[in-house]
Every structure is written in C-alpha cells, then in structure tokens.
C-alpha cells in the first residue's frame, strides 16, 4: 500500500485488494472530508482515472490501488532477484498460501546458508506524487533477534542508483506476530522507481 504523508491513513474494509494510494488535494467541507484521488493502472502507469470521494465523519472507504498487493498466493507483478543463493537451495522467497504471506529463508535441512535475495515491485510512478510512502507489514521469526536490522531492509532503486532504508522498528525478539513499516519514499517524488525487500543471512544465522 502506497499512501500520501501528512493526511490521514484511511484502512480498506471488505475483501477488494484496495486501500488509499493517492490522495492530492485534501479539501475540508463541514464534518466531511473530500478529496480528489487519482487512480493509475499499474499496466503502463499511464492511464488515470480521476473523481472525488466524500468520506462522511471520517468513515472508511474503498478505492482500488495500483500497486497494492497481498501476496496471498503468489508474487504478482513483483519479481525476485537471487543475488546469491547456496547451492542446497532452489529459491529463497516463496509464497505461502496457507498464511496468504511472502515468506523468505535459507535455513535449509537444519543448516543455515549465507544469501541475499530480494523481492522487486514493478515500476512506480510517483510523478504525480509530492510526498508518498510504502507501507509494508512483516514478521521475523527464528535467527538472532539483534541482527534482524541486518537481515531485511529495503531499497529505493533509482535508475542505476540504490538506497538502502533500514527496517525503523526492529522485532525485540523472534515471532509471527506482524508490524507495519512505513517507508518515506518523498525523496523520490516526480521520479519512477521500484522498492526492493531485502533477504539476507550467513552461515551462522538465518532468520524466517
């Protein structure tokens, strides 16, 4: 989920893969709250939809976003890239349809490998966009809870530049229990970009 900085986070109810992307132009009328959402096809980031939704006393709605996705039993439109993978291992990132989740390790048959694998968004266009962030919800389980920080981060790929975004509130120790991250991607305003999650571990330690 993409959301604008600065405004309210509006939470998606029902079953539509839909939460807020984009909110432009946040206008105050009486108890009701009007904005004016842009909506682009993640197809080829160009088509639009344009139109106001009236969210009477603050009530949750439901838009359709573009570069929303649950993983609920597949990758989607992300893609993964194996910077390293041992050899004992034929993937790293895997879709767990029974907890509807990513799930990334490379602790395989009771031993841990050192890898670096990363799971890749598709092309965001944050043109439109002053200022936006991902927001992302995960869990780390297993491996050392004081080098999780180490062990998944993400990064803002650029064209040909990289940047590194550290997880802000690392799991004090190992469980399934999910936190939401939110990352400040209004650095990269007017540009396209795509957001990596980062896997990596050592032959010492492998966190799920």
């Given at each position: 989920?993409?959301c604008?900085?600065?405004?309210?986070?509006l939470?998606?109810?029902?079953?539509?893969?839909?939460s807020?992307?984009?909110?432009?132009?946040?206008?105050?009328?009486?108890?009701?709250?009007?904005?004016?959402?842009?909506?682009?096809?993640?197809?080829?980031?160009?088509?639009?939809?344009?139109?106001?939704v009236?969210?009477?006393?603050?009530?949750?709605v439901?838009?359709?976003?573009?570069?929303?996705?649950?993983f609920?039993?597949?990758?989607?439109?992300f893609?993964v890239?194996n910077?390293?993978?041992?050899?004992?291992?034929s993937?790293?990132w895997?879709?767990?349809?029974?907890?509807?989740?990513?799930k990334?390790?490379?602790?395989?048959?009771?031993k841990?490998?050192a890898?670096?694998?990363?799971?890749?968004?598709?092309?965001?266009?944050l043109?439109?966009?002053?200022?936006?962030?991902?927001v992302?919800?995960y869990?780390?389980?297993?491996?050392?809870?004081?080098i999780?920080?180490?062990q998944?981060?993400f990064?803002?790929?650029?064209?040909?530049?990289?940047?590194?975004?550290?997880i802000?509130?690392?799991?004090?120790?190992g469980?399934?229990?999910?936190?939401?991250?939110?990352?400040d991607?209004?650095?990269?305003a007017?540009?396209?970009?795509?957001l990596?999650?980062?896997?990596t571990?050592?032959d010492?330690?492998?966190?799920t």
């Amino acid at each position: 989920m993409v959301c604008p900085a600065g405004v309210e986070t509006l939470t998606p109810t029902g079953n539509e893969s839909a939460s807020v992307l984009l909110i432009l132009s946040p206008n105050y009328t009486n108890a009701d709250i009007v904005y004016n959402v842009v909506v682009k096809t993640p197809s080829d980031g160009v088509e639009r939809t344009e139109y106001n939704v009236v969210i009477t006393h603050k009530t949750d709605v439901k838009i359709p976003v573009p570069y929303y996705y649950a993983f609920e039993s597949d990758f989607g439109e992300f893609s993964v890239e194996n910077i390293s993978m041992p050899e004992a291992a034929s993937y790293i990132w895997s879709a767990d349809t029974k907890n509807k989740c990513l799930k990334a390790s490379a602790y395989i048959s009771g031993k841990n490998y050192a890898s670096e694998s990363w799971v890749v968004s598709p092309t965001m266009d944050l043109s439109t966009l002053p200022a936006t962030k991902a927001v992302i919800e995960y869990a780390m389980n297993y491996g050392t809870p004081a080098i999780y920080a180490e062990q998944m981060y993400f990064l803002v790929i650029d064209g040909e530049n990289q940047t590194r975004i550290n997880i802000s509130s690392v799991p004090a120790k190992g469980s399934w229990t999910f936190y939401k991250e939110e990352v400040d991607l209004s650095a990269w305003a007017g540009k396209n970009i795509k957001l990596a999650i980062v896997y990596t571990s050592t032959d010492t330690d492998a966190a799920t």
